[in-house]
């Protein structure tokens, strides 16, 4: 018995070549929409309480809009206003909670702008998935840690636990 060689056409019939037109509007409104989502243009300017002297750093990233809170040696200020005093760079003992670590004129304060803030995202929706607010901390850097820590404490029982530090910009670095 001999075997057959069976005989293959050389012409395969496959489908035309080329990109479904649906597919890449998807792909490219996708990137489009993550490029303007990624793409940051703020122009926050910030002033600075007297009597303080932020930290310098080489490089840093632009500060986005958010509740500004300042502390010096003598005070502490919300959104540029005094909040409370502080003496030669500590807390009153009449200013500091019953926990021993809350500010309370500080928090009544961040309570109040919580508050609002709240009140305009409750219509929205769900309140269980809205984001911690956002802070701005300006505290001048002859302090010592202990005195952030109490208003970085106050701010997250406020529910302001997305906070970022406010530096200047080094002249002699990039």
């Known amino acids: 018995m001999g075997l057959k060689k069976k005989k293959y056409n050389s012409q395969i019939n496959m ?3 080329g990109i479904s037109l649906t597919s890449f509007m998807d792909v490219m409104i996708v ?7 990624s793409m940051t243009v703020s122009s926050t300017n910030l002033n600075t309480p007297k009597g303080i002297h932020l930290p ?8 986005k809009q958010a509740l500004v809170v300042s502390i ?15 003496d030669h760079g500590d807390f009153l003992s009449k200013d500091i909670g019953e926990d021993g670590r809350t500010l309370e004129p500080l928090k009544a304060y961040l309570d109040k702008e919580n508050s609002k803030r709240l009140a ?3 219509g929205m929706g769900n309140l269980d998935f809205l984001p911690p607010g956002k802070i701005l901390i300006q505290a001048d850097h002859h302090l010592p840690f202990k005195l952030v820590k109490y208003l970085l404490h106050t701010a997250a029982t406020s529910g302001y636990s997305d906070y970022k530090f406010v530096v200047v910009k080094d002249k002699d670095g990039g």
Do not use: T
């Not at 310098?56 to 500060?63: F, I, R, S």
């Open 31 to 37: 990137l489009i929409f993550f490029l303007v989502k």
């Open 72 to 86: 010096s040696a003598a005070e502490v200020w919300a959104d540029y206003k005094p909040v409370m005093k502080l």
């Open 15 to 17: 489908p035309e070549g």
């Open 56 to 63: 310098k750093v080489k490089a840093g990233q632009e500060a």
């Open 120 to 122: 305009i995202y409750k």
